[in-house]
């Protein structure tokens, strides 16, 4: 199985560049429809089952930068928001930029994110609110102090319409539709063995709960901080049975603040 973690056998300098290549082509604003695209890997029910029980219907390609992209440098290059310099060279050694390929039934779904992944340590999924401006950044602040006091990994990413990632329609409503589907096509892109923390907030919340209603299995014995959010079925198909089905998880709705 693949591991997240990138080889760190070679020195590397503390400062890193935007990658001088040709810069990678983000799908067009709306929903691609593809009945020609073809990916290999499917995600998985449950982190923790070596059979890996797959979805044949959500495929995934997980494809890394080289470096990180121009937009992550210009962001941790920046004093005004990082003013620790011991900050700012873990984030630009440590953090790295993908891009997921998500197909779900006949749509398909490109996903921008930047994580920083340790073997053997736990994993926090941060989710951005709806509204404008909303991207992978608005958490980022958190990164460093996890890893420095917890000891824990942690992915960003774009939720579709927001940000880099497609899906940008009028209503959103495909990628609503299949928002718990692209939510774990993602964590199974990372090859994660064991299930996951969310810090969530707003229309990233209200994903994470749907998201839980179908696919539990990747939530078990973790905690939840939702804030902001828009808790309801969320259209789903059966109304009222998420209220019964997430009551086995502990949720804490508040800002998560970690001091000095």
């Not at 121009?70 to 003013?83: K, P, R």
Request: proline letters at 3%; a positive charge.
């Amino acid at each position: 199985m693949t591991s997240p973690v990138q080889s760190k056998n070679k020195s590397r300098s503390i400062t890193r560049h935007a990658s001088k290549s040709p810069k990678r082509k983000y799908s067009p604003a709306r929903v691609q429809t593809s009945n020609e695209f073809e990916l290999e890997e499917s995600a998985y029910l449950d982190p923790l089952d070596s059979s890996r029980t797959l979805l044949s219907n959500v495929l995934f390609e997980r494809r890394d930068r080289n470096t990180l992209s121009s937009q992550a440098t210009d962001l941790f290059n920046s004093q005004v928001i990082f003013e620790e310099e011991t900050e700012r060279a873990w984030l630009l050694e440590n953090m790295h930029s993908t891009t997921i390929s998500i197909k779900v039934n006949n749509l398909l779904f490109t996903v921008n994110g930047n994580y920083a992944l340790k073997e053997n340590q736990p994993t926090i999924l941060f989710l951005h609110g709806f509204g404008a401006g909303r991207n992978w950044a608005n958490w980022i602040k958190l990164a460093y102090p996890l890893d420095q006091r917890g000891r824990y990994s942690t992915i960003f990413i774009d939720l579709p319409g927001f940000g880099r990632s497609s899906g940008r329609t009028l209503d959103q409503t495909s990628w609503k539709r299949y928002g718990p589907e692209i939510f774990i096509a993602v964590l199974s892109s990372f090859h994660l063995q064991h299930s996951v923390y969310v810090i969530a907030q707003c229309g990233g919340a209200a994903t994470t709960v749907r998201t839980i209603n179908r696919y539990p299995q990747w939530f078990r014995n973790r905690n939840l901080v939702l804030y902001n959010s828009v808790i309801g079925d969320f259209g789903e198909a059966k109304i009222g049975v998420m209220k019964t089905s997430i009551k086995s998880f502990e949720f804490f709705l508040f800002f998560l603040r970690i001091s000095k």
